[in-house]
Each structure stands twice: as structure tokens, then as C-alpha cells.
């Protein structure tokens, strides 16, 4: 274990843990970008546990002090400034590229092999039956949000990526209704106070969803239904391959799920992009073939 992240540490013993320490170590977790910067004082405060009950933690996962852990952190960078290893000279770019791609699916495998095939037909149906679907994302999160709902629209109406640009949450989320559904991009980094978003909309009976990755220990707590996308890369930056198949198939899905409606919306759609002369519709029509791409 001692050459383990907090992060792994915390993962392998998390079940085992009491609730005041997995409130402790879900904090820790749900601050990795700021936890070199705190004291071990200001680490109970914020979790609202006794300073001992850091102590007790932090030597149940293998550390002296709470000083060794932002040694560790500030050594790794695991959650700041993305670093990497410098790539061996004279190394092929082809071993590079192989990596990549076994990384990508690995974790595509592992991502679908954790989904509960009843939890994913459960949200296909929610958001194909709701009346609104709010999609939240902050960060890298509101770019795969962004693409989850141009997805998603394409299939149905009434398809909102929040925040605005500009704006706050409040005004919307006092709109949410409980025949919506909310969808939380929540890869991480993301921010602090976003779990305490989804409790509340758990309390108030809001349909939430959560999509999130493989590092997030608790995301039960906050939502009804979650997935977990592993996004390790291989150098300096995740990948999102997986969190991009997920969206792929949840938009195909949510299509089948209502076939005749979202069929009856895209030739809409298309009707309208040729109305607009928005798109190269030969090419959007016709498409290339393989054999064209061989040529």
C-alpha cells in the first residue's frame, strides 16, 4: 500500500470504513484538487468530523501524518497540473499509439462490464419519458454534456444543457419538476459543492442520474441511478473514450426506446437542415463508403 495513491487506498478499504470515517474520506476525495493546501485542522472542520477522527483515518490507510499525504499529493500531481513521464528517446511512436489504444479499451471494457443492465434501461426510460431533461456539467463535463445533448435532442424535445453561460443554477433548478429528469456529468475534476446540488435534488424527489468516474467511491448517496466511466489515460490527461461511449449508446437507446417519435423528429430535422442550406446534406445523405476511403 505504500506506494498507492490516497485516492486507491481509500477505494480498497472504503465499505469496511465506519460512517463518520467514509464522510471523511468521501471529503478528501470530493476536494482532491485543494487537499496539499489544507491543514489537518481545516480537513476535519470541512468534513465536519473531530481532528482524531483524521488521524485515526489517515493511519488506517497507511500514512505517519496528515503531512505525508501532501508530500504524496504534491510528488504525484495526481489531481493538480496534469504531469507526465517523459517518453524514452529512440521510442517507437507506434509502441505509443498501441498504448493509447489499449488503454481506451480497457476502459471501455471495464466501464460497460460494471453497468447493472436494469439501472441502464431504467434511465433510458426515464429520459425518454420525461417531460424536460436537464443536462449539468462544469468544466470538461459541460463539453461532454454539451455533446450528450446534441445527441439527445435529436430524439426528443425539451433537451436543456445548464448552466447557461454567464448565469447561476438557482432559476433553473427551481424549475426542476418531478416529471423531469436531471442528468449530472460529474467526471472529475469537478467542483466541491456539486454532490450537495444532487442531494438536494435527491431529496426533493428529482429523477438524477449520474454519470461519473470510476474514482467517485459513493455516488449512491447522492443519486438514484449512477454510472461509472473509467477514465485513466496512459500520460498526462484522462480519457474520455469511455464517457463517450456511454453517451453513444444511452442517445441509441433512448432513440429505440421511442422509435416512432424520434424517427418522425429527425426527418423533421433534416427537413429543416435543407430548408436552412445549414449542412452538406450530399455528403450528409450519401455518405462515404469504406471503399471510397480506401481510394
Not at 465536519?48 to 499529493?73: C, I, M, P
Not at 443536462?135 to 435529436?154: D, E, F, K, S, V
Request: net charge neutral; proline share 3%; with cysteine.
Amino acid at each position: 500500500m505504500q506506494d498507492q495513491s490516497i485516492e486507491l487506498r481509500i477505494k480498497e478499504i472504503y465499505e469496511q470504513l465506519s460512517p463518520t470515517q467514509q464522510k471523511l474520506a468521501s471529503c478528501i476525495l470530493n476536494h482532491q484538487g485543494d487537499i496539499a493546501t489544507y491543514s489537518a485542522t481545516e480537513l476535519s472542520k470541512l468534513a465536519g468530523v473531530s481532528k482524531s477522527a483524521v488521524t485515526r483515518l489517515l493511519q488506517r490507510l497507511g500514512y505517519r501524518d496528515f503531512g505525508e499525504v501532501k508530500k504524496q499529493v504534491r510528488a504525484a500531481r495526481r489531481w493538480g497540473a496534469p504531469i507526465a513521464q517523459k517518453i524514452p528517446e529512440g521510442e517507437p511512436l507506434s509502441n505509443i499509439f498501441q498504448d493509447y489504444v489499449k488503454c481506451d479499451q480497457a476502459n471501455i471494457q471495464k466501464t460497460l462490464e460494471a453497468i447493472d443492465p436494469k439501472n441502464y434501461q431504467t434511465a433510458v426510460q426515464w429520459i425518454s419519458q420525461a417531460q424536460k431533461v436537464y443536462i449539468i456539467g462544469y468544466r470538461n463535463n459541460h463539453a461532454l454534456g454539451l455533446h450528450l445533448r446534441q445527441q439527445l435532442t435529436q430524439c426528443r424535445a425539451n433537451v436543456s444543457l445548464l448552466p447557461v453561460p454567464g448565469q447561476t443554477l438557482g432559476e433553473e433548478v427551481a424549475s426542476f419538476t418531478k416529471e423531469d429528469v436531471v442528468i449530472i456529468m460529474g467526471i472529475r475534476r469537478r467542483p466541491a459543492w456539486l454532490k450537495n446540488l444532487m442531494s438536494t435534488l435527491k431529496l426533493n424527489g428529482i429523477q438524477l442520474i449520474y454519470i461519473t468516474d470510476h474514482a467517485d467511491v459513493n455516488p449512491h448517496e447522492v443519486s438514484d441511478l449512477h454510472f461509472s466511466c473509467v477514465v485513466r489515460g496512459v500520460s498526462a490527461f484522462d480519457s474520455y473514450a469511455s464517457v463517450m461511449n456511454l453517451i453513444s449508446m444511452i442517445a441509441n437507446s433512448v432513440y429505440q426506446e421511442s422509435y416512432n417519435e424520434a424517427h418522425v423528429r429527425i426527418q423533421k430535422i433534416e427537413s429543416t437542415y435543407q430548408i436552412l442550406n445549414e449542412l452538406d446534406m450530399a455528403a450528409l445523405n450519401n455518405g462515404a463508403s469504406l471503399d471510397d476511403m480506401d481510394e
